[in-house]
């Protein structure tokens, strides 16, 4: 398992932006995708964007057109980059990686940030 660290979380007004960012300590040459989740109070944890091949990305559809996520491979460096925040959007945000192993694949995850969004 690859060692992620979140940071950028904090309190944010609704309708503010917020820059999430995760260092990933594994070449991400050697990951097949990169994520990022969220988890709110007494909820399950839900895919919120992830790269895909060929540079795109697929997007949750309740942060479709407000969140952006994004990459610096040379910084080993994972965004996710939050416009027009709704309280909805309250949450533990975790980065997440997808390793290739010879034996299969590993999931890597970070330990969480948190995001408030208040009105």
């Known amino acids: 398992q690859g060692q992620l660290v979140e940071s950028g979380g904090g309190l944010v007004q609704a309708g503010g932006s917020l820059r999430l960012s995760c260092t990933i300590s594994i070449s991400m040459y050697s990951l097949n995708s990169m994520a990022w989740y969220r988890q709110a109070p007494g909820k399950t944890r839900e895919l919120v964007a992830e790269?895909?091949?060929?540079?795109?990305?697929n997007y949750a559809d309740s942060v479709k057109g407000r969140f952006t996520i994004s990459s610096d491979n040379a910084k080993n460096m994972l965004y996710l980059y939050m416009y027009s925040l709704k309280p909805e959007d309250t949450a533990v945000y975790y980065c997440?990686?997808?390793?290739?192993?010879?034996?299969?694949?590993?999931?890597?995850w970070g330990q969480g940030s948190q995001v408030t969004v208040a009105s």
């Open positions: 790269t895909i091949s060929g540079g795109s990305a």
């Open positions: 997440y990686a997808e390793q290739k192993m010879s034996t299969g694949t590993n999931a890597c």
